[in-house]
């Protein structure tokens, strides 16, 4: 039986069908269900081989007659979605930044039977009377590139090659003066790019040979006879006084 079956399941023996009744020709619970794990599935970001951060905060939208059938339920409705969400986390290695919220809103734009999720990831922020109302217990992701066992930070656009011209050089016969640039984007897990700058014997990712590419935890670009791994590694958010 598939997760989303258990959670229909479950949800028919907590309202005794009076929902299904109400929702017969409106949006259905399973169908809310299986939005919300593809939200996830959508917007799930690399941390490390094996967790993926992925939403926490969602908002669905539905029409005020869906709304106004739903609000009798919606409190057993939300637990079961949020469980049904955790399975599906568990199942899939992702990690959810903070505690999981759902919220039902009312969109005039939508009919009945129709509806749409909105999310985000927010972190969980701590209160202490020893820190300041900035400060968040939390940790962020970081890119570094692993080039013969010592780490370089990744916090912009970084071109390696042999020249004098490159950020990082190295000596490496097989590499050009300016071989590759990574450059990396914003956001709560770090976007990783990598391009060939038109070098003589080109790069290597994960063992195929490509002109540009977007690289996750562990991924490996080789040029020359050198290895350039990329590590994803999470370290604290520094509050507004300098604490951890």
């Keep these: 039986m598939s997760g989303l079956q ?9 309202i005794s069908g009076v929902f299904a009744r109400a929702f017969r020709s409106a949006v259905q619970p399973v169908e809310i269900a299986a939005a919300l794990q593809r939200e996830c599935d959508n917007n799930a970001q690399v941390l490390s081989r094996q967790r993926r951060l992925v939403p926490n905060d969602f908002h669905i939208e539905l029409s005020a007659t869906d709304l106004e059938r739903l609000r009798p339920f919606d409190s057993a409705l939300v637990d079961d979605l949020s469980t049904q969400l955790h399975d599906h986390a568990d199942a899939q290695g992702y ?9 039902f809103e009312a969109a005039d734009d939508l009919t009945t039977g129709r509806f749409r999720i909105r999310s985000g990831a927010k972190a969980q922020v701590t209160g202490s009377p020893d820190f300041q109302a900035t400060d968040t217990r939390m940790t962020r992701a970081r890119a570094v590139l692993e080039v013969n066992g010592t780490r370089h930070p990744l916090d912009g656009p970084l071109v390696i090659g042999r020249g004098s011209e490159a950020d990082l050089r190295i000596n490496d016969p097989g590499v050009s003066r300016r071989h590759v640039e990574f450059r990396v984007g914003t956001g709560p897990v770090p976007r990783i790019e990598v391009r060939d700058l038109g070098s003589t014997n080109g790069m290597l990712v994960n063992g195929q040979k490509l002109g540009s590419a977007v690289l996750g935890d562990g991924a490996e670009v080789r040029i020359g006879s050198t290895v350039l791994t990329v590590r994803i590694v999470e370290e604290p958010v520094t509050g507004a006084d300098g604490r951890v």
């Excluded at 258990?6 to 907590?14: D, G, S």
């Excluded at 959810?96 to 919220?103: H, M, Y």
């Design 6 to 14: 258990r959670f229909e399941q479950r949800l028919e023996q907590v």
């Design 95 to 103: 990690v959810f930044p903070g505690p999981v919220t759902i919220d």
